[in-house]
C-alpha cells in the first residue's frame, strides 16, 4: 500500500465553478477525514466517515460543500460555486481503530479560486 | 472539547542547538497526544504519540517529547538540530476527531 492518495494535487478554478476532490485512502483503513489547511494555520476539521457513513460534519462545511464515500473505500469532496474564501490546501486522512495508533495523512489538494 | 494550545509561531535555532517546541493541551480525560511535521506543500507526517504508558516517547528523526499531566504540556524537543529539520511542527489532541494546533514553524540557521 502506497500510504494515502489525493487527486489532484492542485487545481486552479474560477469563482463560481464547481471542483471535485479524491481520497484514495489507506485500504485496511476504515475511517476517513477531510480537512482543511489556509497559510499558516493548522488543519481544521471538516468531516469523516466510518465506512461509508458520515458521522460527524463540521459547521465549517457549509450547504456549498459535499462528501462522499459511496463504497466505504475511496472519498470525494465536492465544493459547489466557489468562492475566493474557498482557496486553501484540503487534506485527506485515514485511521483505523482504536484510533490511539494516530492519523495517516495524504499530500493534499491545494484549491486556487481566481 | 480537547484543545491545543502551541506557544510561538515561530522559533529559530542554530545547527546543532536544541530545539524545543511547546505545546499544551486542554482535556478532561486523559489525552491522546500527537505531534506532526509538515515541509512545504506536503501533507503531514506523524513524529511521535502518546496514548498511555511511559510519558517520555521518542520519535523519528531524533525528536522525543514527554508528556507531563500537572502542567497538561507535551513539548517537543530535539537535541541537536538538523538543517533538514526546518518544517512547520503541529501538536494534536485526538478527541472525536484529531484537532491541531496553529502551528510552530521551524528555522535551522547555518
Known amino acids: 500500500d502506497t500510504g494515502v492518495s489525493q487527486d489532484p494535487r492542485h487545481k486552479i478554478t474560477k469563482r463560481g465553478q464547481n471542483v471535485t476532490f479524491r481520497c484514495d485512502p489507506i485500504s485496511e483503513h476504515n475511517r476517513l477525514y477531510w480537512y482543511r489547511q489556509t497559510l499558516g494555520q493548522g488543519p481544521e476539521f471538516l468531516t469523516y466517515f466510518q465506512n461509508e457513513a458520515q458521522l460527524e460534519k463540521s459547521r465549517l462545511l457549509s450547504d456549498r460543500f459535499s462528501a462522499e464515500r459511496p463504497k466505504g473505500s475511496f472519498s470525494t469532496l465536492e465544493i459547489q460555486r466557489t468562492e475566493q474564501g474557498d482557496s486553501a490546501m484540503y487534506l485527506c486522512a485515514s485511521s483505523s481503530l482504536p484510533q490511539g495508533s494516530g492519523y495517516t495523512f495524504g499530500s493534499g489538494t491545494r484549491l486556487t479560486v481566481v | 472539547a480537547q484543545s491545543v494550545t502551541q506557544l510561538g509561531s515561530h522559533v529559530s535555532v542554530s545547527e546543532g542547538a536544541l530545539v524545543l517546541l511547546r505545546c499544551n493541551y486542554s482535556s478532561s480525560v486523559p489525552p491522546y497526544l500527537f505531534w506532526y511535521v509538515q515541509y512545504p506543500n506536503q501533507g503531514l507526517q506523524l513524529l511521535l504519540k502518546y496514548t498511555t504508558g511511559a510519558t517520555l516517547v521518542k520519535g523519528i528523526n531524533g525528536f522525543e517529547a514527554e508528556f507531563k499531566k500537572s502542567e497538561t504540556s507535551f513539548h517537543l524537543t530535539k537535541p541537536s538540530a538538523h538543517m533538514s529539520d526546518a518544517a512547520e511542527y503541529f501538536c494534536?489532541?485526538?478527541?472525536?476527531?484529531?484537532?491541531f494546533g496553529a502551528g510552530t514553524r521551524l528555522t535551522v540557521k547555518p
Open positions: 494534536a489532541v485526538l478527541d472525536n476527531d484529531m484537532r
